[in-house]
């Protein structure tokens, strides 16, 4: 995998903008001082400061060009990120190769050009191998730098990367679950009004009036990641209410929240919950199903006797406290938690703050 973390703004700057030959040029001071820190006047002093600034600018300039050049070179063909000891290794090797080669070619024109040192009958070879130690020894920082500069930013870019990609799949989930919502809600109302219209036409007209008010509330969160725990309480017992019409007696229940609570939920958790409850249980006269919703320090529990169906009805989507317990995981680092005794079923919701 290449990886491309060379901007536009950084090739702009290495070549030869004003920037760069500035630093260049101030590098080379500073190695012209540390070479001669006692020269300060006189005109040959002077001429051998210039000398010696001369020919370290074009090393600085050389080295620090070739240095560029090999760390984008790198930088589109080995990934830090996933290889980075070969990375190391290859980048430091083909960085003191071409210090070595390049600073020689430099001290041998400029000594042989422009000092006039030697003549081509009678090259000093080591002399101008031992010339080079010194731009090798600068090469070390040199390459030290490159090296720290191009793990940084590639490591700010992949993190950068990594954390959009993760709030895109995120979103991509969290808003896949929420289109399960509204079917879901819907495709079940009308499996009970459809059995409510053969048993007594005059309770499914007073369903189809609540069922329309619950809807509203329905449209009006489809988009939100969290409601308020207030209204998510309102619709609650609206739609308990609803479901109170199909079942009467065989459906009890209570609900132990003050007013002007804080906090919030998802959106339509508690309905998943009761409609959970109602699916898997028993209601009838005989038999009645007690439903307790109760808010007890930053989490709301939703309890429910058990008194399991012999049989699931047919038409189910699938949906509940898997979509639930998901969506909090998308949401926050707080958990649902459930409790089955034998007895009772219990979902307790964590409290979220917007």
């Keep these: 995998m290449c990886a491309r973390s060379s901007s536009k703004g950084s090739r702009e700057f290495w070549n030869f903008s004003r920037g760069f030959l500035a630093g260049n040029a101030v590098i080379a001071l500073l190695i012209t001082l540390f070479i001669c820190p006692s020269c300060s006047s006189g005109e040959k002093i002077i001429s051998a400061l210039a000398d010696d600034f001369l020919i370290s600018f074009i090393l600085s300039t050389t080295l620090s060009y070739g240095g560029f050049l090999i760390e984008d070179y790198f930088d589109q063909r080995i990934s830090w990120i996933e290889y980075p000891v070969k990375r190391l290794l290859l980048e430091c090797l083909c960085y003191l190769i ?14 042989l050009i422009v000092r006039q040192s030697f003549t081509l009958g009678n090259i000093p070879w080591k002399e101008l191998v031992q010339w080079t130690k010194f731009p090798m020894r600068i090469s070390f ?3 030290f730098i490159f090296i720290s500069r191009s793990f940084l930013m590639e490591w700010r870019k992949t993190a950068i990367e990594a954390e959009q990609l993760k709030a895109e799949r995120f979103a991509s989930q969290y808003q896949s679950l929420k289109d399960q919502l509204n079917p879901h809600f819907l495709f079940n109302s009308l499996n009970v009004l459809s059995n409510l219209v053969y048993e007594n036409p005059d309770t499914s007209a007073k369903f189809i009036r609540q069922l329309s008010r619950i809807y509203r509330y329905v449209l009006d969160v489809q988009q939100e990641e969290l409601v308020p725990l207030e209204k998510e309480m309102e619709f ?6 609803l479901q109170k019409i199909r079942f009467e007696e065989g459906l009890v229940y209570h609900i132990h929240v003050g007013e002007n609570v804080r906090g919030s ?23 009645p199903l007690v439903i307790e919703i109760r808010l007890v320090g930053d989490e709301l529990i939703v309890e429910n006797n058990l008194q399991p169906r012999s049989s699931l009805p047919e038409e189910s989507a699938g ?36």
Aim: overall charge positive; aromatic content about 10%; hydrophobic content about 50%.
């Design 236 to 241: 609650a017992e609206n739609y308990l209410a």
């Design 319 to 354: 949906v509940g406290l898997a979509n639930v317990s998901k969506r909090y995981e998308l949401l926050s680092d707080k958990k649902i938690a459930v409790l089955n005794n034998g007895n009772t079923f219990t979902v307790k919701l964590p409290i979220l703050t917007p």
């Design 265 to 287: 939920l998802p959106p339509l958790s508690l309905q998943l919950l009761l409609e959970n409850a109602i699916k898997h249980n028993v209601a009838s006269k005989q038999q």
């Design 141 to 143: 920082i040199v390459s």
């Design 98 to 111: 071409y210090v070595f080669a390049a600073s020689f070619s430099v001290i041998f024109v400029y000594s």
